[in-house]
C-alpha cells in the first residue's frame, strides 16, 4: 500500500527517528494517517522521553510545518485503494509468476523459486492446513481468499507482533487500554508543564475511541486480532466507521461535521498566493462537484466521504482465489483437497528445479 502523508503531531516528531522503517498506508491513532508502521508509542512513548529531550522534536515539527507549507504542488491522497496482488501480468499462459507472488506474497514467492520441485509440494502441503480454516480436508474459495489477503498483508502482521510486545507490559497475552495509555501518553501524562500547543488530551480521547471501537467484547482489553484493527483500522469492515469519521475530524475545520470545498481541496492542496493553482487541483475541484458531492449541496456527509474515502473497488483476492480453484479443481466440486492444490504447485509456489540455490531461511509460517 501506498504511504500516505498527514501532519499529525506524533508522526513528525518522529520524523527523524523512523528512517528506514517499512511505509504503509493506515490510519494513525490519534489523529490522521500514518506514514510508517512504526507507533508513536513505540518509538517515543515506551522511551519515556523528557520534556528537554522532546524540544528538538518540537523544533522539527515546527520546521516541517514549514516545509509543507512551501510545496504547494505536492497532492495528499486519503484514499484507501485495494491493491494489486502483483506487479506482474497475469497470463497462465506467459507463466504463473502473477499466481506465485498473489499466494504467497512478493518475498515469499522468492524464497519458492529457490526449492526443488519436491520441497515445493512438501512445504505447500504444509501451507494446505493452514488454509483450510474448518479443518474439514477442504478448502474453499473463501477460504483461498482470506489466504491470499493475510499474505498480502502479512506485513501488517508483523508490525502487530512487534507493537504487541512493548505494549503487553504484565504478559497476559492481552493489551488493556490502561496498557497502551500508559505506554503512549504516560511521559506527557506526569509533566506538570505540558506543551498546550499539542492536543495531546484530543489525542488520547481518539485513540480511546477508536480502541474501544476494535474491543468487541467491550471488556477494555485488546486481544491479538481487536489490537491489530485498532493499529488498523482500515483493514476491517466494522472498523471502517471510524476510519471515516477520523478523516471528517481531521478535514472539517469550521466544525459543522461536513466537508465543503474549500476544505476538500485545503487538505490535500496549501495554496501559494504567488504561485499559479496545478491542474490536478482544478481536476479535484471538478471531481468534487461532479462525483464526491452526490447530492449536491455542496458538501460531503459521512456516506459521501465513505464512498471517497474508501471506495468498492475490484476484488483482486476474490477474483484469484476463484482461479485457482478453477483451475486446480480436478473434480469439478467447487473446493480444493490438499492433493488438488500440491498436484498443481507450480501454479500455486512455483520451483527450481535445476538450480537448488541458497537454503530456506524463513520456517515461521510452517
Not at 67 to 82: F, G, M, Q, V
Not at 325 to 343: N, P
Request: hydrophobic share 30%; with cysteine; proline share 3%.
Amino acid at each position: 500500500m501506498s504511504g500516505r502523508h498527514r501532519t499529525g503531531v506524533r508522526g513528525v516528531l518522529l520524523a527523524g527517528r523512523r528512517a528506514g522503517n517499512r511505509k504503509h498506508k493506515g490510519v494513525f491513532p490519534g489523529g490522521g494517517s500514518s506514514a510508517t508502521s512504526t507507533k508513536f508509542s513505540q518509538d517515543v512513548g515506551s522511551a519515556y522521553m523528557s520534556k528537554m529531550e522532546l524540544r528538538p522534536f518540537l523544533m522539527c515539527f515546527a520546521l516541517c510545518v514549514v516545509y509543507a507549507t512551501s510545496k504547494p504542488t505536492e497532492k495528499k491522497d486519503r484514499i484507501h485503494h485495494d491493491e494489486p496482488l502483483s506487479n506482474r501480468e497475469h497470463d497462465d499462459a506467459e507463466g504463473f509468476d502473477y499466481d506465485h507472488e498473489a499466494f504467497l506474497g512478493q518475498e515469499e514467492a522468492k524464497t519458492f523459486d529457490q526449492l526443488t520441485p519436491e520441497e515445493s509440494k512438501e512445504r505447500l502441503g504444509m501451507l494446505v492446513e493452514r488454509i483450510d480454516e474448518d479443518k474439514d480436508g477442504f478448502v474453499t474459495v473463501e477460504e483461498m481468499k482470506n489466504w491470499i489477503k493475510h499474505s498480502q498483508k502479512r506485513w501488517i502482521y508483523e508490525d502487530v507482533d512487534r507493537q504487541w510486545k512493548s505494549h503487553d507490559l504484565n504478559g497476559d497475552n492481552v493489551v488493556s487500554w490502561e496498557e497502551y495509555k500508559n505506554a503512549t501518553y504516560g511521559y506527557i501524562l506526569d509533566d506538570p508543564e505540558p506543551d498546550d500547543s499539542f492536543s495531546y488530551k484530543q489525542m488520547m480521547s481518539r485513540d480511546e475511541r477508536r480502541f474501544k471501537m476494535a474491543d468487541q467484547d467491550n471488556d477494555l482489553m485488546a486481544n491479538k486480532e481487536e489490537f491489530t484493527a485498532f493499529l488498523h483500522p482500515e483493514e476491517y469492515d466494522h472498523m471502517k466507521d471510524i476510519v471515516v469519521l477520523e478523516t471528517m475530524e481531521d478535514i472539517d475545520k469550521n466544525g459543522d461535521g461536513l466537508i465543503d470545498l474549500d476544505e476538500y481541496i485545503g487538505d490535500m492542496y496549501n495554496q501559494d498566493s504567488a504561485g499559479t493553482e496545478p491542474e490536478w487541483v482544478k481536476t479535484e475541484r471538478e471531481q468534487f462537484s461532479e462525483f464526491r458531492d452526490k447530492n449536491k449541496d455542496g458538501k460531503m456527509d459521512k456516506e459521501e466521504t465513505r464512498d471517497w474515502i474508501l471506495p468498492n473497488d475490484y476484488d483482486h483476492a476474490e477474483a484469484e482465489a476463484k482461479h485457482l480453484v478453477y483451475e486446480s479443481d480436478a473434480d469439478k466440486d467447487g473446493q480444493l483437497t490438499r492433493s488438488e492444490i500440491v498436484d498443481k504447485y507450480d501454479l500455486f509456489v512455483g520451483s527450481q528445479a535445476t538450480d537448488f540455490g541458497e537454503a530456506l531461511t524463513r520456517h515461521d509460517e510452517f
